[in-house]
């Protein structure tokens, strides 16, 4: 998983990341010498954040306290309770018109049936990951947005609730994906402060993120450092064309 270590830095580097990339690996099988998640999580989404101190593999029952995550992530083998407290939670929310009963049908479900998670820094993950997810400010997702539009050719889309459901949505899709979160995974991870917003790249493509978001980081903090030149003359009453300022900032 070498490959894994170069794509990391690199990704941590042109987008000064906080979070380390997280793998999402989907598996049939528990992997030899992967450690299973202990404790209990509120909700699937803790688990990324976990991650970014280690590898770890989940099964149904860790996630069952989110009853809407199982969903997305089409978890095999739910226990008796999990329908009714899945239609007891849908109830409630349709009370609050928060989620309409045709808003479900339009909710992101992954396409095959999930036996195990295994949840890992991108960096040290034991298995080839099914999806990458990135923690980042505006700033860093505009480079993101940049970099997506040239790999995806279209502009990614902006989910809302669940967070959850963006796994779903970029590997269903295979194109990159924007999650806003939702209320839940606001609350559950600090990670995911208000600032923060959640991406979800398909792992098949990562390579060519990767390849564009450096170039185009680059390309911003140049870009960035002329208009900020540009602004301080204007300001103080200059009218620089752009080779002028080019050659200002190149001087």
Known sequence: MNQYVDISKTLVQCL??????????????????VPRHEGAAPAGCVF??????????????????????????NMSNPSGSYKP??????KVLEQMQYVRPQDVTEIPVLQREVS??????LAATPLPPDVVLLFAHSGQGLVI??????????????LG?????????????????????????????DALS??????????????????????????????????RLRRIDVEAGARPTYEQSMARLQG
């Open 194 to 227: 208000d600032g923060v917003a959640l991406w979800a790249l398909p792992a098949a493509k990562l390579e060519r993120y990767v390849s564009s978001i450096a170039t185009l980081a680059k390309a911003n903090d140049v870009l960035g450092q002329f208009h």
């Open 145 to 158: 947005t940049e970099a997506v539009q040239q790999v995806d050719a279209n502009t990614p889309p902006a």
């Open 85 to 90: 407290e899945l239609q007891t939670v849908l």
């Open 116 to 121: 195990h998670v295994v949840y890992a820094p």
């Open 48 to 73: 990324w954040q976990k991650a970014a101190s280690g590898a770890f593999v989940t099964s149904t029952p860790d996630h069952e306290l989110c009853s809407i995550g199982v969903y997305t992530h």
């Open 16 to 33: 000064r990341l906080a979070l380390p990339p997280i793998a999402v690996c989907l598996t049939d099988q528990v992997p030899a010498g």
């Open 161 to 189: 609730r669940p967070a959850c459901a963006v796994v779903a949505q970029a590997l269903n899709t295979q194109r990159a994906a924007l999650s806003l979160g939702c209320c839940g995974a606001r609350a559950y991870l």
